[in-house]
């Protein structure tokens, strides 16, 4: 199984900065999918990320405010910009194993905006 | 519209006993379901799934059920042990796609 590591395992961050969101995997992989965990709620897709292309957002999820990266096949980057208390939240990467059908999980950023 | 749904936000279960966990979907085009576990400060990690191809599937203590006329699946977990303690989602999935989606979460109290 993939071993993902992602980092910052939290920050505390002012209103109207911006957060970088950092995921190595220790293989490589097409996809790489970020999540965001609202308090209270469930794991939603933000956008898909694959090497060598433009992410691909989700509906209510735009470039400008959480720009990716995605370099190589082990290594993405997520931006959440110009923040805002509403913007606190976990925010995971992923890969998902093809052969196995699941989804692999870093162990989440906890965001919290003042 | 939210196609996944657990409708209980916790659950608590003495060491031992049987834990049951539930899930609905809206879906009916869903043909993969799984189960994760999550601790506090950790991300989900997977615990078992199964095809719309079957009814049960089996690994250890836990079994996932899945009754595809009533869109509805459930974990069991037997015995259930304080280690289990933790937020337990679902997730499905449509063939061909990439995209997983997530129920709210259960949290899972067993009692020693």
């Known amino acids: 199984s993939a071993v993902i590591s992602q980092k910052p395992s939290r920050d505390i961050c002012q209103r109207g900065t911006s957060l970088t969101i950092q995921c190595q995997v220790d293989s490589q992989v097409t996809m790489m999918f970020w999540y965001r965990q609202q308090p209270g709620q469930s794991l939603t897709l933000i956008a898909t990320a694959n090497q060598g292309s433009e992410a691909t957002y989700e509906s209510g999820f735009v470039i400008d405010k959480f720009p990716i990266s995605r370099p190589n096949l082990t290594f993405s980057t997520l931006t959440v910009s110009n923040l805002s208390p509403e913007d606190s939240s976990i925010y995971l990467c992923s890969v998902e194993e093809r052969a196995n059908e699941k989804l692999f999980f870093g162990s989440g950023t906890q965001l919290s905006v003042l | 519209d939210q196609q996944v749904k657990q409708n209980s936000p916790s659950l608590s279960v003495q060491e031992g006993r049987i834990s049951i966990l539930n899930c609905d979907y809206t879906?009916?085009?869903?043909?993969?379901f799984l189960w994760y576990k999550k601790y506090p400060a950790e991300g989900p990690t997977f615990l078992i799934s199964?095809?719309?191809?079957?009814d049960k599937n089996e690994d250890g203590r836990f079994t996932v059920f899945l009754n595809k006329s009533a869109k509805h699946l459930s974990l069991h977990i037997v015995p259930s042990q304080p280690g289990d303690s933790a937020v337990y989602f679902c997730a499905a999935s449509t063939p061909g796609t990439y995209k997983y989606i997530f129920g709210t979460g259960t949290r899972l109290k067993v009692l020693a």
């Open positions: 879906n009916s085009m869903f043909d993969y």
């Open positions: 199964i095809s719309s191809i079957k």
